[in-house]
């Protein structure tokens, strides 16, 4: 893809609040990375220093194959220092797809008249969250269209809902949130339910390219959305979670813009978002937008790499818009959270006959990875990961700058890898198959071994046979 700066110059000085889209091209257009600079920069994220946004731009510009290998290398050796061999586990349920607006890459785009536009009432929420706990979820986001249907107040409510649903010894024990930018009375109404994480992406950070692909409804308003979590912040919202959709525009733009995202928040509100997500474009129904910048798996491997090297301590996310072959592969090079077990047809989680009949004109994207939640925890557990549905954090109040302060070295030894463990023998003794229970239990086996202290393993042995007995719900 050439650039051509006159073609997508900002023609409103406005409209450049903390991302400049001069400032950032002139950056892309003037780094020549060297060897040296490109280990340096991989050296000090190996040390868990966050990266500027002109070294991550090195790493982005970097071409030569031997350093985008040791990009990757890096990236998967950050991965086991900070988070270690875990992923934690959500699913997303679709609430609602009434939605006014018209995003040029979405299934559920107002003018498309083949949807069944649906809103799930109190009824049907539970029903839902049933068949998700009797899966064996614990952490779940909810996803809204753009509607005056779904304010502050009816998202809060479906929010208290999902919390009071119990099925069996199930339970949801983290509810996050994407719905479209409120103000700041809506952010406080929202949070009073007790969210976790309330997730806005800016889909792409050009403003050009952004009013070309929302071509009509109040999304269409860049501003509005890129100071949406701002607002989420000053209504008291810390745990928030941006994102870019990658194919809508040059990547190496897109990524420089997230760390100008992170910078940001880390400069006004001194915490840096919780999770960075990136939604990669597959097909999707009346799918209408300019095809060039769509990502090849090898640019999407790399540029997750250099998000992982670049902000060490925010969690990465992959969804099941990517096929398992490549979430295998990319998961290695610092993803921490995954969706399992995704179905975002509406109401489809409680039909489970049809749940692996994707029908395009039900869902807003296509997804590649249908496996069952099962099927994933046992593909983990295959690769020595360990599955974690942990909220301890959450529930403890160690979120937003808790939860960076806590992101220290020892912390994920003493309190994640645990409590991981503990989470998994949940999932084994209420839900698992024989096979994926023997497997998981060899596992924790392997793992407690990397505990190094003796005491700390013997009280995770006392939980382990707590829960084996009956207890649920025991963290650190
Ligand atoms: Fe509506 Fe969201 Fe789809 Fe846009 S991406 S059309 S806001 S549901
Ligand atoms: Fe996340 Fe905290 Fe649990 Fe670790 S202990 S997995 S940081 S919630």
Request: charged share 35%.
């Given at each position: 893809m050439i650039y051509n700066p006159q073609q997508y110059k900002i023609k409103d000085e406005a409209m450049k609040p903390f991302i400049d889209?001069?400032?950032?091209?002139?950056?892309l257009r003037n780094i020549h990375p060297t060897k040296e600079q490109v280990r340096a920069i991989i050296n000090k994220a190996l040390n868990k220093h966050r990266l500027s946004m002109l070294e991550t731009a090195v790493l982005v510009n970097t071409t030569d194959p031997e350093l985008i290998e040791e990009i990757k290398q890096g990236a998967r050796t950050l991965k086991e220092k900070v988070y270690g061999h875990r992923i934690v586990l959500f699913a997303p349920l679709y609430i609602g797809n009434l939605c006014t607006n018209n995003c040029a890459y979405c299934g559920y785009k107002a003018s498309n008249k083949e949807v069944e536009r649906i809103t799930l009432d109190k009824d049907e929420i539970v029903r839902q969250v049933k068949a998700l706990e009797d899966a064996g979820q614990k952490r779940l986001i909810l996803v809204y269209g753009e509607h005056k249907k779904y304010g502050p107040e009816f998202i809060a409510e479906s929010v208290r809902t999902v919390y009071k649903v119990k099925s069996g010894n199930g339970e949801i024990r983290r509810v996050n949130i994407n719905a479209a930018p409120l103000?700041?009375?809506?952010?406080?109404?929202?949070?009073?339910?007790?969210?976790?994480?309330?997730?806005?992406?800016?889909?792409?950070?050009?403003?050009?390219?952004?009013?070309?692909?929302?071509?009509?409804?109040?999304?269409r308003d860049y501003d509005w959305r890129l100071t949406a979590l701002d607002r989420a912040m000053e209504a008291g919202i810390d745990d928030v979670g941006i994102g870019a959709l990658f194919g809508l525009y040059d990547w190496r733009f897109e990524v420089l813009a997230l760390i100008r995202h992170v910078n940001h928040f880390e400069a006004v509100y001194n915490v840096g978002p919780h999770t960075i997500s990136f939604p990669r474009i597959q097909h999707a129904s009346e799918l209408d937008i300019d095809k060039s910048y769509l990502v090849s798996d090898e640019d999407f491997t790399k540029l997750v790499a250099i998000l992982r090297l670049a902000v060490p301590y925010t969690g990465l996310i992959l969804t099941a818009r990517e096929s398992p072959e490549i979430r295998d592969e990319i998961m290695q090079f610092g993803v921490s959270q995954i969706d399992g077990g995704t179905n975002i047809e509406m109401k489809a989680y409680a039909e489970k006959e049809d749940a692996h009949?994707?029908?395009?004109?039900?869902?807003?994207?296509?997804?590649?990875?249908?496996?069952?939640?099962?099927?994933?925890?046992d593909d983990l557990i295959e690769h020595k990961f360990i599955p974690s549905f942990c909220t301890a954090c959450?529930?403890?109040?160690?979120?937003?700058?808790?939860?960076?302060?806590?992101?220290?070295?020892?912390?994920?030894?003493?309190?994640?890898?645990?409590?991981?463990?503990?989470?998994?023998?949940?999932?084994?003794?209420?839900?698992?198959?024989?096979?994926?229970?023997?497997?998981?239990?060899?596992?924790?086996?392997?793992?407690?071994?990397?505990?190094?202290?003796?005491?700390?393993?013997?009280?995770?042995?006392?939980?382990?046979?707590?829960?084996?007995?009956g207890v649920r719900d025991l963290y650190f």
């Open positions: 889209t001069d400032e950032i091209w002139d950056t103000d700041i009375d809506g952010f406080k109404t929202v949070k009073e339910s007790e969210i976790g994480t309330y997730q806005i992406f800016q889909e792409t950070y050009h403003p050009e390219i952004y009013k070309k692909v929302h071509l009509s409804g109040k999304k009949n994707q029908d395009i004109n039900k869902e807003q994207f296509k997804i590649n990875d249908d496996r069952s939640l099962n099927e994933i925890m959450y529930r403890l109040g160690r979120t937003g700058e808790h939860f960076m302060e806590f992101s220290v070295p020892g912390f994920i030894k003493r309190y994640c890898t645990p409590n991981a463990i503990l989470t998994l023998v949940e999932y084994l003794e209420d839900y698992a198959p024989q096979e994926t229970k023997e497997k998981g239990y060899q596992l924790i086996e392997e793992k407690m071994a990397e505990i190094e202290d003796d005491k700390y393993v013997e009280k995770v042995r006392e939980r382990i046979e707590k829960i084996k007995s």
